[in-house]
């Protein structure tokens, strides 16, 4: 079952795509958008991260800034390769067994397909708001800012 908003985002380690490890509670205190995909370099997953890389520096520039955290079951290698061709600033994971993907609840789709979803994550680590995208890779990133911009007005 996938978390949903009020709920707490489990801390985590994976390795990043230069091989580090990343652990969720080092931005304890900072705004974050973790978002599942599905394959580096598929059509779809190439819109959906190039759309956040479009959109990086205002994420950066809000007050306070939001990170973004890219997670995907390819390999560490995998990630770096995604990473470089597409020229991301952001954090590419990989979670190649699945544990992280399946402790937030992502789903399979056809069994097989990771699901696209999102999870904007407050400074206290509780979940802000759910996104599955699926199949609306370039609309994900501008639903993710009017779900942070619903955040500023509370």
């Known amino acids: 079952m996938t978390l949903r908003d009020g709920e707490k985002a489990p801390n985590f ?3 990043t795509s230069e091989g580090k490890t990343f652990e ?3 931005l304890d205190g900072e705004w ?3 978002f599942f995909f599905a ?3 598929s059509p779809t997953c190439k819109r959906g991260c190039l759309s956040f ?4 520096e205002l994420f950066r520039s809000l007050d306070p800034p939001v990170e973004v955290i890219g997670i995907s079951q390819d390999t560490v290698e995998q990630q770096q390769e995604f990473k470089d061709e597409l020229d ?3 954090y590419l994971l990989s979670d190649s067994n699945r544990d992280v993907s399946e402790t937030y609840g992502v789903p399979l789709h056809l069994g097989m397909f990771p699901s696209k979803s999102s999870f904007v994550i407050g400074p206290d680590n509780t979940i802000h708001h759910v996104y599955d995208w699926l199949f609306r ?11 942070l911009a619903k955040q500023g007005d509370e």
């Not at 890779?137 to 779900?147: E, G």
């Open 39 to 41: 394959k580096s370099g």
């Open 13 to 15: 380690q994976l390795q």
């Open 88 to 90: 991301l600033p952001f």
């Open 32 to 34: 974050k958008i973790i």
């Open 24 to 26: 969720l509670s080092q």
């Open 137 to 147: 890779p370039r609309k994900h990133v501008a639903v993710i800012l009017s779900a």
């Open 53 to 56: 890389k479009e959109q990086y």
